[in-house]
């Protein structure tokens, strides 16, 4: 499953982008206005920063107009995705900017027609909002289910891209039903390491180990001629070449 990243804060972007673990990024009018950024000026950065598509949403409402607003944002960099709202006119012009050979981001996607339709029209990424359904009592990950399941009935390539995700319970469940990408604001990606066992067993570790009065167990671990492998010694290995590190070291 891609992880895209649902921001246009370039720190934050570059921070999981270092980790290997942004493979996209989604913006939208609201995400551009929190930036304070100019949209064009913020969308060049990411596009440079990230190697994967980064969908930048058109305002117009208008078939024609939403086309020629399209073009712009694609010529901002190869990985722009256009973003496009799920209307009859942003229907139309996923038809046009997809036969172009543009991706195209349809977004706003509340139900599994509205995602048979985008995917008809070419779409390369359908958005649907977990997170806003839920908002109204509606289980959005039904949603990612049967779009999924219709998906896969005929074949279609659109890619779900699960959007307005809001927790950690969110994108495993989406993982679990087989989304292609979910969308979700650093903060949530950044959480997925985290489980209050984890660190209930690091606190215990640490207190164990102040008690051994010892300071560090990496000591001369640069050194490949002189590996310590436990707290218990230095282990010597004259002109030995570590071939492995798994758990111990191997020498040829
Ligand atoms: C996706 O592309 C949208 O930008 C985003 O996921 C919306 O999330 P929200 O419902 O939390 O605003």
């Given at each position: 499953?891609?992880?895209?990243?649902?921001?246009?804060?370039?720190?934050?972007?570059?921070?999981?982008?270092?980790?290997?673990?942004?493979?996209?990024?989604?913006?939208?009018?609201?995400?551009?206005?929190?930036?304070?950024?100019?949209?064009?000026?913020?969308?060049?950065?990411?596009?440079?920063?990230?190697?994967?598509?980064?969908?930048?949403?058109?305002?117009?409402?208008?078939?024609?107009?939403?086309?020629?607003?399209?073009?712009?944002?694609?010529?901002?960099?190869?990985?722009?995705?256009?973003?496009?709202?799920?209307?009859?006119?942003?229907?139309?012009?996923?038809?046009?900017?997809?036969?172009?050979?543009?991706?195209?981001?349809?977004?706003?996607?509340?139900?599994?027609?509205?995602?048979?339709?985008?995917?008809?029209a070419g779409a390369t990424f359908i958005s649907p909002f977990i997170g806003r359904l839920d908002d109204i009592h509606i289980d959005g990950l039904e949603?990612?289910?049967?779009?999924?399941?219709?998906?896969?009935?005929?074949?279609?390539?659109?890619?779900?891209?699960?959007?307005?995700?809001?927790?950690?319970?969110?994108?495993?469940?989406?993982?679990?039903?087989?989304?292609?990408?979910?969308?979700?604001?650093?903060?949530?990606?950044?959480?997925?390491?985290?489980?209050?066992?984890?660190?209930?067993?690091?606190?215990?570790?640490?207190?164990?180990?102040?008690?051994?009065?010892?300071?560090?167990?990496?000591?001369?671990?640069?050194?490949?001629?002189?590996?310590?492998?436990?707290?218990?010694?230095?282990?010597?290995?004259?002109?030995?070449?570590?071939?492995?590190?798994?758990?111990?070291?191997?020498?040829?």
């Amino acid at each position: 499953m891609k992880f895209f990243v649902d921001t246009a804060e370039i720190d934050a972007i570059a921070e999981l982008n270092d980790l290997g673990m942004v493979d996209g990024v989604t913006t939208n009018p609201s995400l551009i206005l929190k930036s304070g950024r100019d949209i064009m000026e913020v969308t060049k950065e990411i596009c440079d920063l990230v190697d994967g598509p980064v969908s930048a949403e058109v305002v117009a409402l208008e078939a024609d107009a939403m086309i020629a607003e399209g073009r712009e944002l694609a010529k901002i960099a190869e990985n722009i995705t256009v973003k496009l709202p799920l209307t009859w006119d942003g229907l139309k012009a996923c038809k046009v900017l997809s036969s172009e050979g543009k991706m195209v981001n349809v977004t706003l996607c509340f139900s599994a027609n509205q995602a048979l339709l985008a995917a008809k029209a070419g779409a390369t990424f359908i958005s649907p909002f977990i997170g806003r359904l839920d908002d109204i009592h509606i289980d959005g990950l039904e949603l990612i289910e049967d779009i999924r399941t219709i998906y896969d009935n005929y074949g279609f390539e659109t890619e779900i891209l699960a959007a307005s995700i809001r927790s950690i319970n969110h994108v495993q469940d989406c993982a679990r039903i087989g989304a292609d990408v979910i969308t979700a604001p650093p903060d949530v990606i950044k959480k997925l390491a985290s489980h209050p066992l984890t660190n209930a067993g690091l606190e215990q570790f640490m207190k164990d180990w102040a008690k051994t009065g010892e300071k560090s167990c990496r000591t001369g671990f640069s050194d490949p001629s002189r590996q310590r492998i436990s707290g218990s010694g230095i282990l010597e290995i004259p002109g030995a070449r570590v071939r492995e590190w798994s758990g111990a070291l191997l020498r040829q």
